[in-house]
Structure formats: C-alpha cells, structure tokens
C-alpha cells in the first residue's frame, strides 16, 4: 500500500517562502502524485502535479509562476516549492498519489487514492 507522509507547513508573512515534503513509498513511474490546498469550510482544491512516467505537470493558474513541483527519485520524495506567499494560499496542504495519469484536464481530489496527512500553511500580511 501506497504511504504519503508530508511536511513543511508552518507560518510566515506574505512575500516569503515555504518548502513543503512529501516522503512516500512510490518507486514506479506509473503514478500520478500532487498537492492539494483546503481552505476551512471550503472543498480541496489541486494546487499542482505530476505524473512520473512522463514528466507532465499541473498547476493551478492562482499559483503558476509562484509554485514549483519537483521530485527526488532517489529519496522518494515529493516537493512543492512555495514562493512569494500570499494571504489567500493560507490553509491545509496535501499530498496526494494515484496510478496512472489523472483522467480529466485537471486534478481533482476524487481522483486519488492515496493521500498524506495534511500540513498546515499559514500566511499573515
């Protein structure tokens, strides 16, 4: 069975820089992982994603050009790189792995199986 477990979240002030992690147990290329941001009281949302067999990624357009995903083969870790934070980014974050590429244009939280436990992104102004 697939294992996420993520890290990184913490608080910080608008502008700045978080890293977030995701060590899972994936070695095959054939899966699909990504990132999810739940507001409170809102639904999840992905953020970005990646499918490894062949490199093609995701990101929601309220994070293109601020968000990175990136992978490290070989610790079996998932990355997103937060940058230039805003208010609105503030939230839960997920990681989130399925087999195969994600079906529909966008990934949707109904589409994976496997998830992590969340960790929490808080960005004061």
């Known amino acids: 069975q697939v294992q996420l477990v993520d890290s990184g979240g913490g608080s910080v002030q608008a502008g700045g820089s978080l890293r977030l992690s995701c060590a899972h147990s994936?070695?095959?290329?054939?899966?699909?992982v990504g990132w999810f941001h739940q507001a409170p009281g809102k639904e999840r949302e992905g953020v970005a994603a990646?499918?490894?067999?062949?490199?093609?990624?995701y990101y929601a357009d309220s994070v293109k050009g601020r968000f990175t995903i990136s992978r490290d083969k070989a610790k079996n870790t998932l990355y997103l790189q937060m940058n230039s934070l805003k208010s609105e980014d503030t939230g839960v974050y997920y990681c989130a792995a399925r087999v195969g590429r994600w079906p529909n244009s966008v990934p949707e939280a109904g589409d994976f199986k496997y998830w992590g436990q969340g960790t929490q992104v808080t960005v004061s102004s």
């Open positions: 994936i070695n095959s290329e054939a899966y699909s």
């Open positions: 990646t499918y490894y067999a062949t490199g093609s990624t």
